[in-house]
């Protein structure tokens, strides 16, 4: 049986904030996917990460960034984020943005489905009551069109279930490793692997675009450390939900940055959204008491 967490509400908070940078990023890779291969766009995503890990490390110490007590499960990490991350990006390029991450939101069902054999979770009918309510919120504000039924719908769920075993793998290492380490080595081999693609399709940046690009896989990184360290103060099973949240910073973004309205479909099932997260708190706090 896995140890209590210790922290939910904390965690939460950190996984809302990474959510906040990621819906920010999403809308940024699908303008990249118009004009750069996807396999650049990936390899260049975590190249920029490994690379600010390595530039902190005069400041963070070296032991802390390069040390690690769980090599393969790192690698293991690593080919799945880059599954998840390339994936994601294919999918923004021949699917329209809401439903490539409506689509992605079917990773917090998978999460919560295997943390419970591979983590020992305990997750009550209440959770699953939850998660399934909070889907049926992202289903309300994207309402998926039918175009999602092509082949192409396989990209998006593939991401979701790689990303699902990401966050798995994470909260195991978490125990293992710490945030630093958890993040270069998947981002190292994310790299190495990418990087077996990306010369053979390689179109040389502008300069501004690749500035764009660089400070892209920075933030990436930041993001993934949010989550990592999310991971690692509640369970899976209750942070994964929390990905539905990346809808309503959306559509707050929308409004805010391009003047977008909101319908009142958006509205109540930002509310469904919303709702869900603060029932899955409570009913992690419930547990921690019992």
């Known amino acids: 049986m896995s140890p209590a967490p210790s922290h939910p509400l904390l965690g939460v908070g950190l996984m809302l904030l990474a959510v906040l940078m990621g819906s920010s990023l999403d809308a940024m890779a699908k303008w990249f996917t118009q004009h750069y291969p996807v396999p650049q766009i990936v390899c260049i995503r975590f190249g920029?990460?490994?690379?600010?890990?390595?530039?902190?490390?005069?400041?963070i110490g070296r032991r802390a960034v390069l040390t690690t007590r769980a090599p393969r499960i790192h690698v293991a990490r690593g080919v799945a984020m880059i599954g998840a991350s390339a994936l994601f990006?294919?999918?923004l390029s021949v699917l329209p943005l809401a439903t490539s991450v409506v689509l992605g939101q079917t990773s917090p069902l998978i999460a919560a489905a295997i943390a419970v054999p591979l983590l020992g979770e305990?997750?009550?009918?209440?959770?699953?009551?939850?998660?399934?309510?909070?889907?049926?919120?992202?289903?309300?504000?994207?309402?998926?069109a039918p175009e999602i039924f092509g082949w192409s719908v396989v990209l998006p769920i593939?991401?979701?279930?790689?990303?699902a075993l990401y966050q798995v793998m994470t909260k195991h290492?978490?125990?293992i490793d710490s945030a630093v380490p958890s993040l270069f080595y998947p981002s190292l081999v994310g790299c190495v692997l990418a990087l077996c693609v990306a010369p053979f399709v390689w179109i040389w940046p502008t300069p501004i675009h690749g500035a764009i690009m660089l400070a892209h896989g920075a933030l990436c990184g930041m993001a993934h450390l949010l989550i990592i360290r999310a991971l690692t103060l509640s369970s899976v099973s209750l942070m994964a939900p929390f990905g539905y949240a990346?809808?309503?910073?959306?559509?707050m973004l929308g409004v805010v940055v391009f003047g977008e309205r909101l319908d009142a479909a958006t509205v109540i099932g930002g509310v469904v959204i919303a709702l869900s997260g603060i029932l899955l708190a409570r009913e992690a706090v419930r547990r921690n008491r019992t």
């Not at 593939?158 to 990303?163: E, I, N, Q, T, Y």
């Open 246 to 251: 990346g809808l309503i910073w959306a559509a």
């Open 122 to 144: 305990r997750v009550t009918a209440r959770h699953w009551l939850y998660v399934l309510l909070g889907f049926a919120g992202v289903v309300i504000v994207l309402r998926p």
């Open 158 to 163: 593939g991401s979701a279930a790689c990303f």
């Open 173 to 175: 290492v978490a125990t």
């Open 48 to 59: 920029a990460q490994a690379a600010v890990l390595l530039a902190l490390a005069p400041w």
């Open 89 to 91: 990006v294919a999918a």
